[in-house]
């Protein structure tokens, strides 16, 4: 049987504590552990989703290996073996550290998401029913809903530790993190995406909308936190896509729908998932990550 992680406890300095990562300090670096926590509408379920964590983290690290020629970013290491290495008051802790934890540098988080949309959907596609144009951006007329639209979009929004990010125009978040890292984190995110989608497609996966996070290593942008996950963006099967509707979803957009099917209210403390409904959500982590990575999760 699958061991499920919904909490650690690491004699480390416990620095955060997220939806989905514990995020422990070790002197000038991180260690981010994913567990098999997942949320929707902002609140974390009762029950996990096996080898979510696991997925979320060697994505991540896939991701950042193909973009490091676009962008730097802050992992150092995600073999369990090299981490207890560099921290011996770990070296118990292996076995839950295994797959599902990355050593990073510690960085100065810059204080927005960086959003990217190439498909209407979501709350994008709300926005452009309502307004015709998303974040002040104004698209054609007429585009249906998963249509992909003429070119992606740079949406940026505040992040939140607690409730939803609130999406923000270009020239606010200029004036809160200046023009020159404004423009470079735009840019860098632009990059990754056309760079992601292009990969991914070719593994029969549409990237149709993600979100990045930067932090500035002394005076220099690099990526952090993760990358094109299930969790951070809407992926969808390229062979069953055709826009007008609702799309198959890699990502938790699946637990959303049952939680919205029961008529939850949406506020704590949420419903357990049925077995039925987590064992799907983790066979749609699970190919994911065999279809970007090229190998089943169990080779790792």
């Not at 292996?94 to 927005?112: D, F, H, Q, W």
């Not at 709350?123 to 144009?133: D, L, N």
């Not at 357990?272 to 065999?290: D, F």
Request: proline fraction near 5%.
């Amino acid at each position: 049987m699958i061991e499920v992680v919904l909490q650690t406890q690491l004699p480390l300095k416990l620095f955060k504590k997220g939806k989905v990562r514990d995020v422990y300090e070790a002197d000038e670096m991180f260690l981010i552990v994913a567990t098999d926590r997942i949320s929707a509408f902002d609140v974390v379920l009762p029950n996990g989703i096996p080898c979510k964590g696991k997925v979320l983290n060697l994505l991540s690290k896939f991701w950042f290996d193909f973009t490091k020629h676009i962008v730097p970013n802050h992992a150092i290491t995600t073999e369990s073996t090299e981490i207890v290495s560099r921290i011996e008051i770990l070296r118990d802790y292996e076995k839950i550290l295994r797959g599902r934890s990355m050593l990073v540098k510690k960085t100065a988080p810059v204080p927005v998401e960086c959003v990217v949309r190439g498909y209407l959907a979501g709350s994008g596609w709300k926005e452009y029913k309502e307004k015709g144009s998303i974040c002040g951006i104004k698209l054609p007329e007429g585009l249906r809903e998963s249509q992909r639209i003429p070119f992606p979009i740079f949406t940026p929004s505040t992040k939140k530790d607690a409730g939803h990010d609130i999406n923000i125009t270009e020239e606010k978040m200029m004036e809160m993190i200046g023009e020159k890292v404004g423009q470079e984190i735009k840019e860098k995110s632009l990059k990754i995406y056309d760079s992601a989608c292009e990969y991914a497609e070719q593994c029969g996966i549409i990237v149709a909308d993600t979100k990045f996070e930067f932090g500035m290593d002394n005076d220099k942008v690099i990526l952090i936190d993760e990358i094109l996950t299930p969790d951070s963006s809407r992926l969808w099967s390229k062979g069953e896509y055709a826009p007008g509707r609702s799309q198959n979803s890699f990502d938790k957009q699946f637990v959303r729908d049952y939680l919205e099917s029961i008529k939850w209210d949406k506020k704590p403390p949420a419903p357990v998932l049925p077995e039925e409904v987590v064992r799907k959500t983790t066979e749609k982590y699970l190919e994911a990550y065999r279809r970007i990575a090229g190998k089943n999760l169990e080779e790792k």
